[in-house]
């Protein structure tokens, strides 16, 4: 069967500023990482990326980000993530830093490896929270752990808390 | 610290602190390492298993001159504490000492200028014999774009002399932002002509082969040969019983 073959690249955008988490667009992403592409391949390999290249899911709340691009200009990609060092939007220039999960065939691949990092994330928050935080924090971050419970069991993607 | 609790959250099991010495100013001492223990009252976990973080200090000395690799032969007590130490050469001459003859567990490449001299085969070859290992930064890569061919270049050229062995890519890096996850360290050395598994490797086993290495340094200054034939016979006649002494002793 003749196809177009993708390949899905999670990733994880880390930052000091809190603000920058609000500001993450998909619009904002996909041109930091095409500029990206275009500093170190060139040309030629920001052509061949962009070829099949969008932002196909974005969650401003944990800064995931998952990517879709040909099968034959995913490494490409790959190696030109570390170079983004900010994102750009409504004309304010955040720094921050690309860090990648998981590349997968497929988006429920990647939707799959998401829960399961997303319940380690919300294991170790539990832990910090419990030894520091106040009464209030700890039941905010239990309700959100038996939330994403329920989400996981009916196969959604999680949303984290916004208690860090 | 801020740039370790990063480290931690992207997936690293275990960091190693720099503390770089140049020798172009007169009176250098070397300093005692920063115990990782003041710096974190307990090392958080790392993601996935059950054991701790392990934060390991590193000493860089940057020599220029034969003379201050008396330096790492001088029986100065700080430098026993460091549990890995790099050299980073500037001429050909101390790039042939260090993969020879020196007591390191690192040789650093550099990267952000054109290298002075061209690697030749025999002492990257005596250094791979060796157990030592050759580093390449990847934080001005990040940053700048000129010293972003230099590293590629360099390491280009380190791969096709040593044939992508004994890499390990590390970074330099200043603040929390300047770090990158295990997977697109990986992904830079597809960049420097490694290939996936060596890339790997660079991030991975080569890493944990250059501890072992200090390790050993640090605690075996000989190495005691016991002859273990006679001995086994010895404690196989004791714990063996009788029925099956003369199937050991023949």
Known sequence: ?????????????????????????????????????????????????????????????????????????????????????????????????????????????????????????????????????????????????????????????????GTE | QNTLNVCFSVGYSAVALNHVIDFKEKKQEIIKPVSPSELFPSLPIVQGTTKRIKVLTRLTLVVSDPSHCNLLRSTSANIRLYDIIAVFPKTEKLFHIACTTLDVDLVCINVTEKLPFYFRRPPV??????????????????????????????????????????????SAAERPLELRGPYDVANLGLLFGLSESEAKAAVSTNCRATMLHGETRKTACGVVYTVKKPRKVEEEETTVPACKKAKTQA
């Open chain 1, 1 to 161: 069967m003749v196809r177009f073959k993708n390949r899905y690249v999670l990733c994880e955008v880390l930052s000091d500023d809190p603000r920058c988490r609000q500001c993450i667009e998909d619009r904002a992403v996909g041109l930091a990482v095409r500029d990206a592409i275009g500093r170190v391949h060139g040309d030629y390999g920001l052509a061949c990326c962009s070829i099949s290249f969008t932002v196909k899911y974005l969650n401003a709340y944990t800064g995931t980000v998952l990517l879709r691009c040909r099968k034959d200009s995913y490494r490409l990609l790959c190696s030109a993530l570390p170079f983004v060092r900010y994102l750009e939007s409504r004309a304010q220039r955040y720094p921050c830093a690309l860090n990648t999960l998981h590349v997968g065939g497929t988006i429920r691949t990647c939707q799959k490896f998401l829960i399961q990092y997303n319940r380690r994330q919300l294991l170790m928050l539990l832990q910090n929270c419990t030894n520091e935080e106040e009464r209030q924090c700890i039941r905010k971050s239990l309700l959100s752990c038996s939330l994403t419970e329920e989400q996981s069991q009916s196969g959604d993607e999680e949303d984290d808390d």
């Open chain 2, 125 to 170: 070859n005596m250094a791979i014999d060796r157990g030592i290992y050759f580093e390449l930064l990847y934080t001005p890569a990040i940053k700048d774009s000129t010293m972003r061919r230099y590293t590629i270049s360099n390491a280009i050229s380190l791969m096709q002399i040593c044939k992508g062995k004994n890499i390990v890519i590390s």
